[in-house]
């Protein structure tokens, strides 16, 4: 029975460190507006296993339960037992690993960080332009109305080359 008591105690020791591992917060919201149309199925799972392991991790107390050690004391014949069972529990700490990989993963979410805005802008650059390309284009009259020689005057590198062909003797 002690030996239930003490497993039972552990896990909930277990469960409270858990708990304190368990505040980071995420937003969903910003996650889902990069997550492509194709994969949002899996995303709103993982949400839902977030969701409910944020709601396991809620439904547990702060601080575990006391040890009623007078209770061992009374129920086992060799206090000494219940001394070192004491002494353990007492002694016991809950170490948490070194971050040995913060700072790196930090640098790289940086540099990605900056390698994305640089190829956002670059982005920018070439919408603009396709967009001045497209807006002349819009603005140009439709092919069946346009004459040869109107379309050869918005076109002078075309005409310069049409002419040097017909020079050359070249008709196709």
Same mark, same amino acid.
């Given at each position: 029975?002690?030996a ?8 909930s ?8 591992v368990g ?8 996650l889902?507006?990069?997550v492509p149309k194709t994969?949002r199925a899996e995303?709103?799972s993982?949400?839902a296993?977030?969701a ?9 107390p702060?601080e575990p339960s006391a040890v009623d050690?007078?209770?061992?004391k009374?129920?086992i014949r060799?206090? !000494?037992y +219940? &001394?070192q069972?004491k =002494? #353990?529990?007492?002694?016991r700490?809950?170490?948490y690993?070194e971050?040995k990989l913060?700072?790196?993963i930090t640098a790289e ?7 994305i ?8 650059v ?9 807006n002349?284009l819009?603005s140009?009259?439709?092919?069946d109305? !346009?004459? +040869? &020689?109107?379309?050869? =005057? #918005?076109?002078?590198e075309?005409?310069?080359t049409i ?6 003797g070249?008709y196709?």
């Amino acid at each position: 029975r002690l030996a239930k008591s003490i497993t039972a105690f552990t896990q909930s020791c277990t469960k409270m460190a858990a708990k304190n591992v368990g505040k980071a917060v995420i937003d969903f919201a910003n996650l889902a507006s990069l997550v492509p149309k194709t994969a949002r199925a899996e995303f709103n799972s993982l949400r839902a296993q977030y969701a409910a392991l944020q709601n396991t991790l809620a439904s547990l107390p702060a601080e575990p339960s006391a040890v009623d050690w007078s209770f061992y004391k009374n129920a086992i014949r060799t206090n !000494v037992y +219940v &001394d070192q069972v004491k =002494a #353990a529990h007492d002694g016991r700490k809950f170490v948490y690993p070194e971050d040995k990989l913060g700072a790196t993963i930090t640098a790289e979410q940086q540099a990605m960080a900056k390698q994305i805005s640089e190829q956002r802008a670059d982005a920018d650059v070439k919408i603009a332009s396709k967009e001045a390309e497209l807006n002349k284009l819009l603005s140009e009259k439709p092919i069946d109305q !346009v004459t +040869v &020689d109107e379309y050869l =005057a #918005a076109r002078p590198e075309l005409r310069k080359t049409i002419r040097e062909e017909l020079a050359q003797g070249n008709y196709n």
